[in-house]
C-alpha cells in the first residue's frame, strides 16, 4: 500500500511551466520502486484521463495531448514522483491527480483507466489563463 500527496499545482499564464510532485509513503512492507505511477486529470464535466506513466521498469508514455510539452519522472531515493509541464495552454486547466499500482503494466496510458489504479492522491488544481 501507499499514501500519496500531490503539490505543486496554481495558476500560470497560457505558455508558462509548472512541475508538480507527488510524495508517496509505502507502507505495509512494500517499497516505492515496485509501483507503476502515473498522472491523470480531471475537467469539470469530464473524465478523469490519464496522461502520463512511468511504468516500474521505468518506460513512460504520454496521452497525445501532452506529448512533448510534458514530463513524467520518478526519484525512487525520494519516494516522489514529478510532472514537468511546459508551454501549458488554457485547455490543459483540470485537477490532476497521481496514481499508483503495484507491479509492471507493460502497456501505455493510452490503454489504461482510473480502474486500473488502486491508490490515489488528493489532487492539486492547476488553472492556464490566456
Known amino acids: 500500500q501507499v499514501q500519496m500527496v500531490e503539490s505543486g499545482g496554481g495558476s500560470v499564464q497560457a505558455g508558462e511551466s509548472l512541475r508538480l510532485a507527488c510524495a508517496a509513503s509505502p507502507y505495509g512492507g512494500t517499497t516505492y520502486s515496485l509501483y507503476s505511477m502515473a498522472w491523470f486529470r480531471q475537467s469539470p464535466g469530464k473524465e478523469r484521463e490519464g496522461i502520463a506513466l512511468v511504468d516500474v521498469d521505468g518506460t513512460t508514455s504520454y496521452a497525445e495531448s501532452v506529448k512533448g510539452r510534458f514530463t513524467i519522472s520518478k526519484d525512487t531515493a525520494k519516494n516522489t514522483l514529478y510532472l514537468q509541464m511546459n508551454s501549458l495552454r488554457p485547455e490543459d486547466t483540470a485537477m490532476y491527480y497521481c496514481?499508483?499500482?503495484?507491479?509492471?503494466?507493460?502497456?501505455?496510458?493510452?490503454?489504461?483507466?482510473?480502474?486500473?489504479?488502486?491508490?490515489w492522491g488528493q489532487g492539486t488544481q492547476v488553472t492556464v489563463s490566456s
Open positions: 496514481a499508483a499500482e503495484m507491479g509492471r503494466f507493460g502497456t501505455t496510458i493510452a490503454t489504461l483507466t482510473t480502474a486500473d489504479f488502486n491508490y
